[in-house]
Every structure is written in structure tokens, then in C-alpha cells.
């Protein structure tokens, strides 16, 4: 009688079945979206079905680039050691595609036997054939890196039409199968070489839909001096902002990343800055690996769906008996028409749309008459795995990140500055001094006296009132002046004796000298007298 409250309950409670992230990502794909996928012929139109290894495998790094732009140094930059099938040199040198994965002996998997293999997210790569196969290979190799995220190396991308014809697969197409299933893209600048060839735009508008993962570097920025960088950086943007469009600026990170020593060292500073921003950037892959995967499912049942509209659409226009040539070039030529009745129909962005042209080229080999015509059943299990299992999954990524604070990428280069006084800003700002037996503060502390006697001190204490009279001079925002204020009053009386007020300017001259503020007060800034009190 009451079954439906049986079943309502049951719906409620599937999401709590999955264990892992990964589990439910599996389970949802395989029941409620490739039954979609499979019915439209989705995957000989966008991108081959989803496999097990695809939700398992680790974060990976797609670095994209012209020739000699330094792909390959900068891996090795990262993982601090060669690896099997590395070559490095002015002229094109790297000629395949190279998964470079953690492994416990080094050694080198050919294409052919690294599709057949099913713990690797690679099968779906044996669609391009032999041609791109024979040059695809996974290096091997144990590295404390590779343990949390793989590199993909590509081969430079050339200018001119005959290199793209002699390739012999479609890289485009391949770059954007990889661009699906990668957690971050890195596109490699060469400051001496801007020019973007024909190819190498071609490859950026196909990871259209992917901006997100996308990051620039414009490398060997040390072979030119600053006036020369900064007009450099103008014109990549420049270019960039005519093949990439969106409205937002892509994150580009400068600077020189091998292991030379730096030609023109003007820039040190800023080098050092973006290369931490950057392996900053890197070693969040592994935290937010399920969170990219929930994402990319998202995308993909969204186009599945609109999919699905395009292909029952055109099935429901077609003659049963005559005219199916006609009709077939009519509708692909007003093709543009149907995008837009489905749009209104459905409400459905036009950002979620596949590319016009590209649909009306496959099409023309489709036979229409055998297209499948709407199935509501499918497009509704796809809508409930939207509106609710999404959710049940996104309260286990929540889960999975508090329970995994610190994944984060260890090892080689991004180990190399973590401690000591070489890691970032160490012995600057509220650094500085950190190394010394003498208080810092003490440097500049009798000019700070001077102006603290001017200020009526009360048993060698002055006032909250009158010491703010002081602070605002420095043109800092109240909110910067009340972090001073907590972290200079060390005993927490309300007022600040000599040593406090000193701190106060000394920490006023951290953050105008452009540094950030510490979240609490270093040992080496404690004035000497407090030290017991703060103990």
C-alpha cells in the first residue's frame, strides 16, 4: 500500500552506500550515465566510455608546448633524476608521448602493451592506432613524486602544415582526450620564442571546456632583462587572449625552471614567488583529485544529455522510407536551428552545446535512420544522479579531504626549498632576524622610543587610544592595525610598555614594505622580557 515510501526511503539512503569517492563515481557511471552514453552513440561522437582504471588512477599533469620550450627539463626539474626515454636539446627532441609513472624499477612500457594493461587509465588510446601508438610510451621509475601524481610529456608542437600531416593521427584530438582526464594543463612558453604556429592554436582551442585545468608558464624568463620581460609578458597575453576566450585572465607563472644557474639574476625574487604559487598549485592535485573527477562527471552527463536531445531530434525528423538522403543533408545544414530549438525547449545553456561544425562532419557519416529516438527513463536516471546521488557524494569528498589533510606532492624539487634558509621569504618580513641572538626590533628600537615618550606613557605603558593616534599614520586599513595590535600586545593588558610599541612599528614596517603578516608572533620577535610570560 504505502510502497512508494519504501522506495523513496531506499533513494534516500543510496548514496550511503558508497565506501570511497571513486567506488561511487564507478557505480553511478556505469548504472545511470553509459546506459545513456551507449543508446545515443555518445562515444562515437565525443569521447570512448569510462573505465575503472579512470576513477583509480593518481592526479596527472599534462604539460603542452612548441619545441624547445623546456617540457621535458621541467620534469626533470620536478622530480630531480632523469628518466627512461629522456632527451633534452634545441632541436625537437621529444617525439612521443611519454607517461612518466611511478613504478618500483625503472623501465619503459610500449604503446600497444600499455592499452591492453587495465590498471592503467590507457585503453581507450588504442582507438588511434598504430601510428600514435608506436609513439606512446609510459616511463617507469621510483620517485617520491611520481607516488602522488604523473606526468604527461608531449612532443613539441611544430609550425607549418607539412609536420602536422606527417604525424600520422589526429594530436589534437589525442591532446584533447588527455585534457578529459588530466587534473591540471600546463601550457610551456618559451620568453625568446612567443610566436603561436598553427598547430600549437589548434591544440588550445581544442582544450576548449577545460580553461579550469589549464595554467601558463613562460619559461627561460632569466635569459631577459626586466624591461624586456615585461613587454614580453604583455604580448603572450595578448595572444593568448585572441585564441583562448574567456573573459577571465589565465594564471601565468614566470620563470626558469631547471637547475642552472640564473643568466640575468635581476628577477630572483620573483622567480622564486611564482615557483612557489606554482608547486603550490601542483601539490593540491592530490587533494582535490576527487573533487576534479565529480566535476568532470558533471560535464560529462551534461553533454551526454544535450546529446541525447541532438540525436532523438534528428531521428524524429527522418523519413521512414523516402527521401533519407535529402532530408539527412537538410537537417545537418540547419543543424544550428536544432541547437536552438533544444535550447529553448529545455532550457539548456548554450555552453553546453558540442561544437556546430565538428557535429555536422560526423554526422555526415552517421546513418540517421538508425539513431535511437527519446528515452525519458535514461534522461531521468541521469537527472536524479545530478540532482541527488551528486550531492551525497559531495558530503564524501568533504569527508575524504578532512580525513587527508595533508595530501599533499613530496619530494624532489618541491622538498628542496621546504626547510632551511632557502625556502621562500625565509629571513624576510616577519622573518627577518630569525637567525640572530639580538632581538630584531632592537635595530630601530630608539627611534621608536622617541616617538613613544611623545605619547604620555603611564607607569611606562601607553594607552590603547593614544597608541592608535600613532598606528593610523601608517595609512594602514583598521583591519591590518587590529592584527598589529593582538600580536604586539603580549601580555594582553590593553596598552603597550616600550618593547610592545616597538613591535607594533616594527610589524607596521613589515606589511608597508609589501610582506605578509604572521597569523602568530615568531620566538625571534618576542621582546626579550616577554619571553616568560609568552612561555
Not at 603542452?64 to 633534452?88: A, C, H, N, W
Not at 555536422?360 to 531521468?380: A, G, N, R, V
Amino acid at each position: 500500500m504505502f510502497s512508494w515510501l519504501g522506495t523513496d526511503d531506499r533513494r534516500k539512503k543510496e548514496p550511503e552506500v558508497f565506501q570511497t569517492v571513486s567506488d561511487g563515481l564507478k557505480k553511478l557511471y556505469k548504472t545511470k550515465l553509459l546506459p545513456l552514453e551507449e543508446s545515443y552513440k555518445f562515444h562515437e561522437f565525443h569521447s570512448p566510455a569510462l573505465e575503472d582504471a579512470d576513477f583509480d588512477n593518481k592526479p596527472m599533469v599534462l604539460l603542452v608546448g612548441q619545441y624547445s620550450t623546456g617540457k621535458t627539463s621541467f620534469i626533470r626539474y620536478l622530480l630531480e633524476q632523469d628518466f627512461p626515454g629522456m632527451r633534452i636539446g634545441p632541436e625537437p627532441t621529444t617525439d612521443s608521448f611519454i607517461a612518466v609513472m611511478h613504478g618500483d624499477t625503472e623501465g619503459v612500457i610500449p604503446g600497444n602493451a600499455l592499452v591492453v594493461d587495465p590498471k592503467k587509465p590507457f585503453r581507450k588510446l588504442n582507438a588511434f592506432g598504430n601510428a600514435f601508438l608506436n609513439r606512446f610510451v609510459c616511463a617507469q621509475l621510483p620517485n617520491p613524486v611520481l607516488e602522488s601524481i604523473s606526468v604527461i610529456d608531449t612532443p613539441g608542437i611544430l609550425s607549418g602544415e607539412k609536420q602536422r600531416i606527417s604525424r600520422g593521427y589526429d594530436f589534437a584530438a589525442v591532446l584533447e582526450w588527455f585534457a578529459e582526464r588530466v587534473d591540471r594543463i600546463i601550457l610551456l612558453f618559451d620568453a625568446h620564442k612567443l610566436d603561436i604556429s598553427d598547430e600549437f592554436s589548434e591544440v588550445i582551442k581544442a582544450l576548449k571546456n577545460h580553461e579550469d585545468k589549464i595554467r601558463v608558464v613562460l619559461n627561460k624568463a632569466d635569459q631577459i632583462e626586466t624591461q624586456q620581460l615585461m613587454r614580453v609578458y604583455g604580448a603572450l597575453m595578448w595572444s593568448l587572449g585572441k585564441i583562448v576566450n574567456t573573459p577571465e585572465v589565465i594564471r601565468v607563472y614566470i620563470g626558469s625552471f631547471w637547475s642552472h644557474p640564473l643568466l640575468i639574476p635581476d628577477n630572483r625574487k620573483l622567480f622564486e614567488a611564482e615557483e612557489q604559487d606554482l608547486f603550490k598549485d601542483i601539490q593540491s592535485l592530490p587533494r582535490n583529485a576527487a573533487l576534479r573527477k565529480l566535476n568532470d562527471l558533471i560535464k560529462r552527463a551534461r553533454l551526454a544529455k544535450v546529446h541525447a536531445y541532438i540525436i532523438s531530434s534528428l531521428k524524429k525528423e527522418m523519413p521512414s522510407v523516402f527521401g533519407k538522403e535529402n532530408k539527412k543533408k537538410e537537417l545537418i545544414g540547419s543543424l544550428a536551428d536544432i541547437y536552438k530549438r533544444i535550447e529553448r525547449e529545455h532550457q539548456i545553456s548554450p555552453g553546453d552545446f558540442p561544437n556546430l561544425k565538428k557535429m555536422q562532419d560526423q554526422l555526415q557519416d552517421q546513418d540517421l535512420t538508425k539513431f535511437q529516438p527519446l528515452k525519458p527513463k535514461l534522461l531521468e536516471a541521469v537527472d536524479d544522479m545530478l540532482a541527488n546521488d551528486i550531492a551525497g557524494l559531495m558530503v564524501l569528498v568533504r569527508q575524504e579531504e578532512t580525513q587527508r589533510p595533508n595530501s599533499v606532492v613530496k619530494g624532489g624539487a618541491f622538498d628542496g626549498t621546504l626547510d632551511g634558509p632557502f625556502g621562500h621569504g625565509y629571513g624576510e618580513g616577519a622573518g627577518e632576524g630569525i637567525d640572530e641572538a639580538e632581538w630584531v626590533v632592537a635595530r630601530d628600537k630608539p627611534a621608536y622610543d622617541e616617538i613613544f615618550y611623545t605619547l604620555s606613557p603611564v607607569n611606562g605603558k601607553v594607552t590603547g587610544a593614544n597608541a592608535k593616534r600613532e598606528m593610523v599614520k601608517s595609512k594602514l586599513p583598521n583591519t591590518v592595525l587590529g592584527k598589529i595590535w593582538k600580536l604586539a600586545d603580549i601580555d594582553k593588558d590593553g596598552m603597550l610598555d616600550d618593547e610592545e610599541f616597538a613591535l607594533a612599528n616594527h610589524l607596521i614596517k613589515v606589511k608597508l614594505e609589501g610582506h605578509e603578516l604572521p597569523s602568530e608572533l615568531p620566538a625571534h620577535l618576542i621582546p626579550p622580557s616577554k619571553r616568560k610570560i609568552s612561555e
